[in-house]
C-alpha cells in the first residue's frame, strides 16, 4: 500500500551515482512528491514542466512508449511512466545512462505496482 509520507524517502533514496534529481508527477507535469541534491542545476517546478511537455509530445507518436531518455545542455532527462496517469523523471549532469534507465525501470514499476492497488 502506498505511505505518501514514504514517497520523497524513496526519490532521495535514489539520488547517487550521478542523478540529481527525481519528480513524481501526474502526466499533466502536476507534482506528488521530488528530491534533489543541493547541486541540481535544474528545480522541481522545471523538470516537471519539461519532463510532462517531452513526453506528451513524443507519447502522441509512440502511444505505448515507457521510458525516454534525452541529452540535454545541462545533462541527461529520464522520463518514465509509473502507472496509468503517472509520470516519473531523473536528471543529471554526469551519470551512466544505463544507471539512469535501470533506476527508473525498477522505481516505475514500483510506482506503477503501487498506483494499481489505489485504484
Known amino acids: ?3 505518501a509520507r514514504r ?3 524513496i526519490l532521495q533514496d535514489a539520488l547517487t551515482d550521478g542523478i ?3 519528480c513524481l508527477m501526474t502526466k499533466e507535469g502536476s507534482l506528488l512528491s521530488s528530491s534533489f541534491t543541493p547541486a541540481a542545476t535544474i528545480d522541481e517546478i522545471g ?7 517531452i513526453w506528451g ?3 502522441e507518436g509512440a502511444p505505448d512508449m515507457t521510458l525516454h531518455i534525452i541529452k540535454l545542455d545541462r545533462g541527461y532527462l529520464g522520463i518514465s511512466s509509473a502507472g496509468n496517469g ?3 523523471a531523473a536528471f543529471g549532469k554526469d551519470l551512466s545512462v544505463g544507471l539512469l ?5 525498477s522505481l516505475s514499476q514500483y510506482f506503477g505496482k503501487v498506483f494499481e492497488q489505489v485504484k
Open 1 to 3: 500500500m502506498l505511505a
Open 7 to 9: 514517497i520523497p524517502q
Open 20 to 22: 540529481d534529481g527525481m
Open 101 to 105: 534507465k535501470s533506476r527508473l525501470t
Open 47 to 53: 523538470l516537471a514542466a519539461i519532463s510532462s511537455s
Open 86 to 88: 503517472y509520470l516519473l
Open 57 to 59: 509530445n513524443y507519447s
